[in-house]
Nanobody, 119 residues
């Protein structure tokens, strides 16, 4: 069982930056790939980024490539999503999720953190 808690969301102006954190419970954090997804009002949840178990490999959605960076610190059981050059279209609830597979449906989800980008 893995419990995930996101933090770092908030209100930011266009062009600003935020850093989201995803802290995991348990001692098997490094056994899980970590995913960030987001859901905007009235839209389906969409993939944002994935990082593999060691942090060596990452995958990004085209919409955020070059602006967002996913990373992890296995010693601290924490993953991060650094978001730069934010746009109003990035406004959403951001979720972190953990899965045994890099590709595929995650096994555990956090509760989400709101990111609002004002123009």
């Amino acid at each position: 069982q893995v419990q995930l808690v996101e933090s770092g969301g908030g209100l930011v102006q266009v062009g600003g930056s935020l850093r989201l954190s995803c802290e995991a419970s348990g001692r098997t954090f490094s056994s899980y790939a970590i995913h960030w997804l987001r859901q905007a009002p009235g839209k389906e949840r969409e993939f944002v980024a994935t990082i593999d178990f060691s942090g060596s490999n990452t995958i990004y959605a085209d919409s955020i490539k070059g602006r967002f960076t996913i990373s992890r610190d296995n010693a601290k059981n924490t993953a991060f999503l650094q978001m730069n050059t934010l746009k109003p279209a990035d406004t959403a609830v951001y979720y972190c999720a953990a899965g045994k597979a890099v590709i595929g449906r995650p096994d555990y989800w956090g509760q989400g953190t709101q990111v609002t980008v004002s123009s």
